[in-house]
């Protein structure tokens, strides 16, 4: 999946790919390229990478870029290596529908999830290759104390209460409603809940997203149906939003929208989408790589509890520590690539620590959203 979906993508990079040099050469040894962070083909360099950290990751909600902070390139013989710090929103897209990251929404101000990823990226042009081999990414939600100044009103997010009664109770009936309207001959539960906010108005109002799994029913008699428990490696299928709230009377939405691809297939079945040719015909794409997670997400608290009502004007001070090493070697070492990708031994790049230091000039880059409520500083 991640590698057609990758092939996909180097075509639009290769449209992308001028002639323009990387202005600055950064002093070092070996030599890395520091090319600004606006340059379209930085851009979407950024923006196959973070494709991949969606791709890879297994919960939580698809990451969109907004900003590229800093950037360095590292031109090996066939490709470059491309060391990557760049500013993500979080989508409405649970990373298990597979889709483009540049298909999803980021949440509105007030639903807010905001951070900074660092990725190594390898791209080979004449070769056809784009490899994440490593990512990490640090989020949070937008300070609750700003959101509120601004609009006192807005839903806020539930963190400490996720197993509050009032959730599960709106989880419950947003559930029974699809199912009673919606679901034919199948029956939705509850997988997992994946987001929980309050509002006041007049009255609660609850809204919850939450992951559901299927179980299959059977029709027994003429208007009554059988549903099995789902069972214990039950898998999720799609990702429903709703609301409940109780002005004058309960009132219940819910809509649910369902994953293109299912998550894992049966052992020894075949994906359905078609393998790029290249892949098929060569026989070490028959075993499938078996490879972990190639980083990870941490998701930091909001201040909500050491904040108390004066002080919320003052934003505290955020930081979004992340950290990616694949080698401490100065020199570096060869960067091992998935054996479907086939280079020659001495075209084999090579990566280096995660180069620090000051920005590159051009960096960072323009934010789709510059408010800096969720702009890491
Ligand atoms: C993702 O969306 C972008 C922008 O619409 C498009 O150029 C790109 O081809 C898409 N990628 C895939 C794999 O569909
Ligand atoms: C960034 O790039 C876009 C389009 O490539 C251009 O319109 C914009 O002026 C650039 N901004 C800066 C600050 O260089
Ligand atoms: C990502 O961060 C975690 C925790 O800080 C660390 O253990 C892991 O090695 C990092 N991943 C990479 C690829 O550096």
């Given at each position: ?130 490899y994440l ?37 709106a989880v ?125 997400v941490q ?79």
């Amino acid at each position: 999946m991640t590698l057609s979906l990758f092939l996909g993508l180097l075509v639009l990079v290769h449209s992308c790919w001028t002639a323009s040099l990387p202005a600055q050469v950064f002093q070092a040894s070996p030599l890395l390229l520091s090319p600004g962070c606006n340059d379209s083909q930085v851009l979407s360099v950024a923006g196959l990478a973070l494709q991949g950290i969606n791709d890879d990751r297994k919960e939580g909600y698809e990451f969109s870029l907004n900003r590229v902070v800093d950037v360095r390139e590292h031109q090996g013989r066939r490709g470059s290596v491309y060391y990557l710090t760049f500013d993500v929103l979080e989508t409405g897209c649970h990373v298990l529908s597979r889709k483009n990251w540049t298909d999803c929404a980021a949440r509105e101000l007030h639903q807010s999830v905001y951070g900074q990823c660092k990725a190594i990226f390898y791209l080979s042009m004449p070769e056809r290759i784009p490899y994440l081999p490593a990512y990490n990414c640090t989020v949070r939600p937008v300070f609750r104390g700003s959101v509120i100044r601004m609009c006192p009103d807005c839903p806020g997010p539930i963190y400490t209460k996720i197993s509050d009664a009032s959730i599960l109770e709106a989880v419950s009936e947003c559930l029974e409603k699809y199912n009673k309207e919606v679901a034919v001959g199948k029956k939705f539960s509850l997988f997992q809940l994946t987001k929980a906010y309050y509002q006041w108005i007049l009255g609660p109002f609850y809204f919850v997203e939450y992951l559901v799994t299927e179980t299959p029913c059977t029709k027994s008699l003429p208007g009554s149906e059988k549903c099995l428990q789902p069972s214990a490696d039950s898998k999720p299928v799609g990702l429903c939003r709703g609301s409940l709230s109780e002005i004058h009377e309960k009132h219940v939405s819910v809509t649910c929208e369902f994953f293109q691809t299912q998550p894992t297939s049966a052992p020894g079945s075949h994906p359905t989408e078609q393998q790029p040719p290249e892949q098929s015909a060569s026989p070490s794409a028959a075993a499938p790589l078996q490879e972990g997670p190639k980083g990870s997400v941490q998701l930091l608290p909001d201040f909500v509890d050491d904040i108390n009502e004066g002080d919320q004007e003052r934003k505290p001070l955020v930081t979004f520590p992340v950290h990616i090493e694949l080698t401490t070697e100065p020199l570096g070492e060869v960067l091992r690539l998935p054996s479907y990708f086939k280079l020659e031994k001495e075209d084999m790049p090579v990566v280096l620590p995660f180069p620090g230091g000051s920005r590159s000039n051009g960096c960072p880059g323009v934010a789709a959203n510059s408010n800096p409520l969720i702009l890491p500083p």
